[in-house]
């Protein structure tokens, strides 16, 4: 897993920099290349020769170094990567991590990556228990960092508590596991998600209340897994996902077209809350009072039904199409009826009704029908479910032949 794999190994300014140099060692061992960057705090506690010289090549440490950027420019150098690790991750490195800042050579390249990181945290246990970094750390996991400790134990400072970096054969390890092919690896797999935006006029929309919390964390464990992810979504409040291909979109026929290019996949996952219709009579300029007290009448058009179209597919159509469905009543009926009407192989449904906290909350109560009836799941986060619906895929598109189940009704 290691074997071939060129990891950017950024070292943070703290005292557990000084196993970032055996981790260096384990990584060569191992068979990885090691590009170490070095920040400026991080050459107070080791030097940029040891690193270099463990390494067996050129350190980077500085932003606008024209020779680096001359040979090889940051965004370069983050993408040639097969991996970001941060060792040691320090507060203050965590915090600009979180918030997106750039001010130096280590944070331009974890802002500029679009390839996976890990995280090996290491400071004073106050510092890491305090909020701030806590709300790093969740902001960090939300982002889809991976992390590897700390540890408790007895640090530098003399105090006793996590904090402590993690060893390096513990971040060998996990190192192996981000760098891990995954079932899924080389599957394409397009995720839809968020909500569509249907104009009005140039400066009003229809919209609807998904976050695109559902699909975007569904996105994220299929690229965990190793699949090669397209993920098309409408305007959503939650950020997309760490590396995936991602297609920006605002209205159902974008979706539609969006998702059709984005074809061959092995799997498409429908979890956008699409639009049924959009503004006939959409106007090119904004509409104005015209002092009458009278009100526009908006006249509307069935959208294309995306889930339908891919499901019912004579020719390309992938092996496992999945739909979600939303309902208020009747979740599971319901959403067996959905299933044979779009014609697709699952249906994930779930209750939106009020005081369920399920649209726009972190956690999700589903009921996955399929071929062989219904299955109810625990109420779970969103996170959760998304890691065991990409496994529960992966387990279905490993199958000799998938059950790609045919359409028994006509569309809606
Ligand atoms: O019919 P309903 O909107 O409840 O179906 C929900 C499922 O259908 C979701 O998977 C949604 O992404 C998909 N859908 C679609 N295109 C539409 C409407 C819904 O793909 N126009």
């Known amino acids: 897993m290691i074997a071939g794999k060129r990891v950017l190994l950024i070292v943070g300014g703290g005292i557990a920099a000084y196993k970032a140099l055996e981790l260096t060692r384990l990584l060569k061992k191992a068979g990885a290349s090691v590009v170490p960057v070095l920040t400026r705090a991080g050459a107070e506690f080791v030097t940029p020769l040891t690193l270099s010289a463990l390494a067996g090549e050129k350190l980077y440490s500085e932003l606008f ?29 965590m915090a600009k991590m979180a918030t997106g800042q750039a001010d130096d050579l280590a944070s331009t390249l974890l802002l500029a990556t679009d390839k996976r990181v890990l995280i090996a945290p290491a400071m004073n246990v106050r510092m890491w228990d305090h909020p701030a970094t806590q709300r790093n750390l969740a902001t960090l996991k939300g982002d889809g960092i991976l992390t590897v400790g700390p540890n ?40 839809t998600s968020g909500p569509t935006h249907e104009p009005i006029d ?77 503004v006939a009579n959409a106007a090119d300029r904004k509409m104005k009072k015209d002092g009458s007290g009278g009100a526009p009448a908006l006249e509307f058009a069935e959208n294309p039904d995306i889930l339908a179209t891919v499901s ?38 779930n209750d939106v009704s009020a005081g369920t906290g399920i649209m726009g909350g972190a956690e999700n109560a589903i009921t996955l029908i399929g071929p062989d009836g219904a299955e109810d799941w625990p109420r779970l986060t969103k996170d959760e479910v998304a890691r065991r619906l990409a496994a529960r895929i992966a387990d279905q598109l490993a199958l000799p032949t998938t059950s790609a189940t045919p359409a028994t009704e006509s569309p809606e």
């Open 65 to 93: 170094d024209l020779t680096d950027e001359a040979e090889m420019g940051h965004i370069e150098l983050s993408r040639a990567a097969d991996l970001l690790v941060v060792a040691p991750a320090t507060a203050d490195l």
């Open 152 to 191: 408790p134990g007895e640090m530098a400072c003399g105090e006793f508590g996590p904090g402590r970096m993690a060893e390096p054969a513990e971040i060998l390890a996990a190192i192996g596991a981000a760098l891990s092919d995954g079932p899924l690896k080389g599957r394409h797999v397009v995720v």
């Open 202 to 278: 140039p400066v009003r929309y229809i919209a609807n209340r998904s976050s695109g919390a559902q699909g975007t964390a569904l996105a994220r464990a299929l690229a965990g897994l190793g699949a090669d992810v397209t993920f098309v979504t409408g305007p959503a409040t939650v950020p997309p996902p760490q590396g995936v291909r991602v297609v920006k979109v605002e209205t159902a026929r974008e979706m539609l077209s969006a998702v059709e290019a984005a074809l061959p996949a092995e799997a498409a996952i429908f979890a956008a809350a699409v639009a049924d219709w959009r």
């Open 312 to 349: 019912q597919l004579k020719t390309g159509r992938p092996a496992l199409v999945v739909g979600f469905a939303a309902e208020t009543n009747d979740v599971a009926a319901n959403a067996t009826a959905k299933r044979a009407r779009k014609g697709c192989d699952w249906i994930v449904a």
